[in-house]
């Protein structure tokens, strides 16, 4: 397997956790119940201990793909800043659950406030996140990038 085939692997998992541990947490905060509310918490610091591969592996699959046929470096260059930008506020977010988790383990009053701006941020990569991985998909799926397959005239 090549970096591109990693980098395949790897890459939805930041996104898709992004999400489920945003959903979690949510879902912890208004139904008051901690267990959801740390499990959203510990899936935020999972997506980005297992998205940190997707981001090593970013500019090997470059390198693999770079002179493929309607592979353009702008889209290579595009995804890729939107990825580190993405992953950076996915790395606050699992900072901010740790440091919320430690929280709830001393039972600091503020840990649910804290718990709060945790989903915010979350909820902010997982966007990020997600765009990263469209425009991810536009360097070998033409087929979904904008104006494709689109009639000039209706």
Known sequence: M?????H????HVPIFGALGGALLLATGLFRRQDALLRAGLWALVLAVVVGLPA???????????????????????????AGRLGYWVLVAAGTLALLCLAMLRQGTTRARQLAWGTLLVAVLSFGLLAR???????????????????????
């Open 55 to 81: 981001q090593l592996t970013g500019s090997g699959a470059a390198k693999v793909i770079k002179d493929m046929p309607r592979v353009s470096e702008a889209l290579i260059k595009n995804h890729a800043q």
């Open 8 to 11: 395949l692997l790897f890459n």
């Open 132 to 154: 990263a991985g469209n425009l991810g998909g536009q360097i070998s799926h033409p087929e979904i990038r904008e104006g494709f397959g689109t009639p000039d005239e209706l």
């Open 2 to 6: 090549n970096q591109a085939h990693w």
